[in-house]
C-alpha cells in the first residue's frame, strides 16, 4: 500500500496567517492527490482534487499544489471556520489511503 | 442537493454481523461509483470497499475482505454493506460516499453521508 505521511500532525496558527500542510507519499503519484477538512463530529468535505482543482464552492483561500510524491495544502489567510482536521488521499493504487491528518487550532 | 443516508449500525458482539445501508437521492444513483469509509473513534479515515456504477468492479481494503460484502440496489438508489464476523477493530463510524464520477475504481470522495456507528462489543 501507499503510505501517505502528513506534516504536521497539528499546527497552531492565528485568524489571518498562511498556512501550509505537506503530504508525502511513498512513491510517485503522479496527480492523483486529494485533500479533505474535517470538523469535529461531522463527516469529512472534499475541498481539492487531483493536487490542485478546487471543488465546486470551496472558498479560494484554500488551495492545492505538487507532483510525484510531494504535496502542498494552502489556506491562504485562515479564518475561524477553518478550525478542522485535513487529511490528503492518494487514488494512484489500490486501496486509497489517506494520510493521518493535520488537526489544525487557533492561536 | 446531493443527500446520502446510512443506517444500520450499532451495537454487536465480536463475531456478530451487520448491514449497514445508505440510502441516495439529488442524482442519479446508477451513473456513480460507490464507496464506503470507515474511522475509527479518534482515528483517522480508512477506506473499506467501493463498487462501480453497475457493480461490474468491487473492491476491498484487506482488513476487511472475506468478511465484508459491498452491493448496490440502483432501482432502489441504495448502497449496501453485509458485515460478517465483526471484531473490535471494526469499531468506527462508517461513511457512504459517492465518488466524483463513474470511474472503475474509487478517486475522490465528492459527497459524504452524516455516518453510522458500529460498535462491536461483548
Known amino acids: 500500500d501507499i503510505q501517505m505521511t502528513q506534516s504536521p500532525s497539528s499546527l497552531s496558527a492565528s485568524v489571518g496567517d498562511r498556512v501550509t500542510i505537506t503530504c508525502q507519499a511513498s512513491?510517485?503519484?503522479?496527480?492523483?492527490l486529494n485533500w479533505y477538512q474535517q470538523k469535529p463530529g461531522k463527516a469529512p468535505k472534499l475541498l481539492i482534487y487531483?493536487?490542485?482543482n478546487l471543488e465546486t464552492g470551496v472558498p479560494s483561500r484554500f488551495s492545492g499544489s505538487g507532483s510525484g510524491t510531494d504535496f502542498t495544502f494552502t489556506i491562504s489567510s485562515l479564518q475561524p471556520e477553518d478550525i478542522a482536521t485535513y487529511y490528503c488521499q492518494q487514488y494512484d493504487n489500490l486501496p486509497p489511503t489517506f494520510g493521518q491528518g493535520t488537526k489544525l487550532e487557533i492561536k | 442537493e446531493v443527500q446520502l443516508v446510512e443506517s444500520g449500525g450499532g451495537l454487536v458482539k465480536p463475531g456478530g454481523s451487520l448491514r449497514l445501508s445508505c440510502a441516495a437521492s439529488g442524482f442519479t444513483f446508477s451513473s456513480y461509483s460507490m464507496n464506503w469509509v470507515r474511522q475509527a473513534p479518534g482515528k483517522g479515515l480508512e477506506w473499506v470497499s467501493s463498487?462501480?456504477?453497475?457493480?461490474?468492479?468491487?473492491y476491498y481494503a484487506d482488513s476487511v475482505k472475506g468478511r465484508f460484502t459491498i452491493s448496490r440496489d440502483n432501482a432502489k438508489n441504495s448502497l449496501y454493506l453485509q458485515m460478517n464476523s465483526l471484531r473490535a477493530e471494526d469499531t468506527a463510524v462508517y461513511y457512504c460516499?459517492?465518488?466524483?464520477?463513474?470511474?472503475?475504481?474509487?478517486?475522490?470522495?465528492?459527497?459524504w453521508g452524516q455516518g453510522t456507528l458500529v460498535t462491536v462489543s461483548s
Open positions: 463498487i462501480s456504477s453497475s457493480s461490474s468492479y468491487i
Open positions: 512513491q510517485d503519484i503522479s496527480n492523483y
Open positions: 487531483d493536487a490542485s
Open positions: 460516499a459517492r465518488d466524483g464520477i463513474a470511474a472503475r475504481a474509487p478517486e475522490y470522495f465528492q459527497h
